[in-house]
């Protein structure tokens, strides 16, 4: 099956760091990446989603200039946090979608961001 | 505003019996539909994917869908211990960039 893979599995740092979280398609091209932020006991909320070699498209609320996100290849999307507060504690799950349609989105296994 | 609703549970069976997951959905473009199974502390996998009405099997599960009445259901047939987890019903929109739209999750507890 599908394989995406996301880096780190989890990061603990303190306030007012930025942090690069790395989401990778394996062995497909991914025409189109989603980055989700999921707190305990919610479910999946869409941040954004990320087509390559495009702006990225964000969700109402979030701010676009606090979450960088590039998708610079078919296979590679970053996340940024940029100065990172404790309220940015979360788990960070990315995925990623071939083009063709009626195309699952495949996982990552997801990063734990704890910020002190 | 898109919304997907789901008992949160906890369902509790036992092992062997058939599990019965339901969701409905407002999104009336919505054509595809995929359940995903997420374990605690885990991101979710894909469990199944559905696109036409009536039922679609993979081994020990079924879809079911009807786009009339907006509903999805998944059946997870001599369910194992193994299957607890929290099962997600996701819509996925018909415009743009076709994303999921997920609900809070069916918590399915198989008891030995």
């Known amino acids: 099956g599908a394989v995406v893979s996301q880096h780190p599995s989890w990061v603990i740092c303190k306030s007012g760091t930025s942090v690069k979280i790395e989401c990778r398609s394996l062995?497909?091209?991914?025409?189109?990446m989603f980055w989700y932020r999921q707190f305990p006991k919610q479910s999946l909320m869409l941040m954004a989603t990320?087509?390559?070699?495009?702006?990225?498209?964000?969700e109402q609320g979030v701010e676009k200039d606090k979450f960088l996100i590039n998708h610079a290849s078919l296979t590679l999307s970053t996340l940024t946090v940029t100065s990172a507060h404790p309220e940015d504690s979360s788990f960070y799950i990315c995925?990623?979608?071939?083009?063709?349609?009626?195309?699952?989105?495949?996982f990552g296994d997801g990063t734990r961001l704890s910020i002190l | 505003q898109k919304e997907v609703e789901q008992n949160s549970g906890p369902l509790s069976v036992p092992e062997g019996a058939i599990a019965s997951l339901n969701c409905t959905y407002s999104d009336r473009g919505s054509q595809s539909f995929f359940w995903y199974r997420q374990y605690s502390g885990k991101s979710p996998e894909l469990i199944m994917s559905?696109?036409?009405?009536g039922d679609k099997e993979d081994g020990r599960f079924t879809a079911q869908l009807n786009k009339a009445s907006q509903y999805v259901s998944l059946l997870i047939r001599d369910s194992q211990p193994s299957d607890s987890a929290t099962y997600l019903c996701?819509?996925?929109?018909?415009?743009?960039?076709?994303?999921?739209?997920f609900g809070s999750g069916t918590r399915l507890q198989v008891q030995p």
């Open positions: 559905i696109y036409s009405n």
């Open positions: 996701a819509p996925e929109g018909n415009t743009g960039r076709r994303a999921l739209t």
């Open positions: 995925s990623a979608r071939f083009g063709r349609p009626n195309q699952p989105q495949h």
């Open positions: 062995d497909f091209q991914a025409t189109t």
């Open positions: 990320s087509n390559e070699g495009s702006k990225a498209t964000y």
